[in-house]
């Protein structure tokens, strides 16, 4: 699955959020916590904007950077291709 299943459901229309929530669960061995949906939303829109280093507060009381988030979550391919 991974990258494929991600752009496929978004170039189908599928909603973002279900998208996300999707590929927490089944991209990922633990699969990730839907507590952590805000925060990779926020890390997400921060990328949108170029904003790398703004610090996100994730829900264990972590505090990342917008780009390690992105990087250990996976979530560049909710990224448009030339931003990251």
């Known amino acids: ?19 996300l929530s999707q590929h927490l669960q089944y991209n990922h061995y633990p ?3 839907g507590d952590f949906i805000p925060a990779c939303k926020e890390a997400i829109g921060a ?6 280093d703004r ?3 994730l829900p264990n009381g972590k505090v ?4 390690q ?8 391919s909710f990224l448009p ?4």
């Open 1 to 19: 699955m991974g990258r494929q299943f991600v752009e496929g459901f978004l170039a189908e229309g599928v909603d973002r959020d279900i998208v």
């Open 31 to 33: 699969p990730v916590s």
């Open 81 to 84: 291709q030339e931003e990251w």
């Open 64 to 67: 990342r950077s917008a780009s």
């Open 55 to 57: 610090m996100i507060t």
């Open 69 to 76: 988030i992105i990087e250990g979550l996976h979530l560049d």
């Open 47 to 52: 990328g949108e904007c170029e904003e790398w």
